[in-house]
């Protein structure tokens, strides 16, 4: 058995990061679910991170968890991204008041028995926007509460046990209410239905896609709280814009950067462009750090905007560098300017789409 990962300084992190790393170029091509490399993590204790002492995790400072994310993303952005999304989870059901919840499903999570992911981006995107909500509840019986409708972009969804939803209240005549709901729903009720993922540029073995949920009867066991306006301002959990994604693009970056340095010595004109992504990279992870220190020397959205920019950027260096071959299907840079795309469309707020349009148009402020 590997050894339990205790710190982002772990010996044993950069010992799966190699294991993720071998198989990754495999993964991507097979488009299949990475169920070895979650059962990896699961063997060196990465799914303690996120959980509180008291449910047998370590409870990692968000600093950790973000320097850990650095290195999986910079070994396998699929394995890391599928992390992301049962963090998210497990975050949601920590920071609720349901007591009894957390119990019946926390210390399972930590000990890689159940697979929770969140479908909750429908709720701070731009479809929370639409009169009739993607995703609907109405008041059920002995408290519980009907679902309705779909979770558009539900990671691993056909995999899970358990999904951490949104749903928004409803009128008589179905427009939207400003209550909405946070729930954990079991996979095996009635009327819940993971539809086929679909085929994404890059990460499709994250087998992303839609859920449904025809007239769902969810006891009130499964809330994470009662009905309340805007419930992901509450808690803690996977926020669009958050700082686990910037690390996710900056890990990525990271790889390429690596392969460039491996390329540089015997190719002296890489030397100088080279030199000058080391150093904006070393600076986004400065900063990236220093917030999740609590000291942030720019806005969330900034730091997610230079994260977009760098990862394209560097990629895109990678596969120029790499020139005919990087173009060939098994190339490793070919990949990565692939996957650097999801950054522009995944939990993307609005001024970071629209800093990152600017600058795709060569207008500077």
Known sequence: ??????????????????????????????????AEQLRLCGEYGVYEWFVGRQWGGQ????????????????????????LTQREGACRRIESSNNTALQAKLLPRLVRGELFATVGISHLTTSRRHLARPVLSYSIGAAGGVKLSGFSPWVTGADH???????????????????EQILAAVPLTLAGVKPETPV?????????????????VALPEQWLLGPPAPNVMAAGKGAGTGGLGTSALALGLAQAALRWLEDEAPVRAELL???????REAAKAEEDLLAAARGEPACSNDELRQRANSLVLRATQSALAAAKGAGYVVGHPAGRWCREALFFLVWSCPQPVLAANLCELAGILE
């Open 160 to 178: 899970a046990d358990v999904v951490v939803v949104g749903a928004t209240g409803v009128n008589d005549d179905g427009t939207a209410k400003e």
């Open 272 to 278: 100088e462009p080279l030199e000058a992504l080391r």
């Open 199 to 215: 085929r994404l540029v890059g990460l499709s073995a994250s087998h992303t896609g839609r859920l449904a949920f025809d007239n």
């Open 1 to 34: 058995m590997p050894r339990v990962i205790t710190s982002a300084d772990d010996p044993a992190l950069a010992e799966l990061c190699g294991r993720l790393a071998g198989v990754a170029e495999a993964l991507d091509a097979s488009g299949d679910w990475p």
């Open 59 to 82: 409870a990692w400072s968000q600093q950790d968890v973000l320097r850990a994310y650095l290195a999986i993303a910079s070994s396998c952005l699929t394995t890391a991204f599928v």
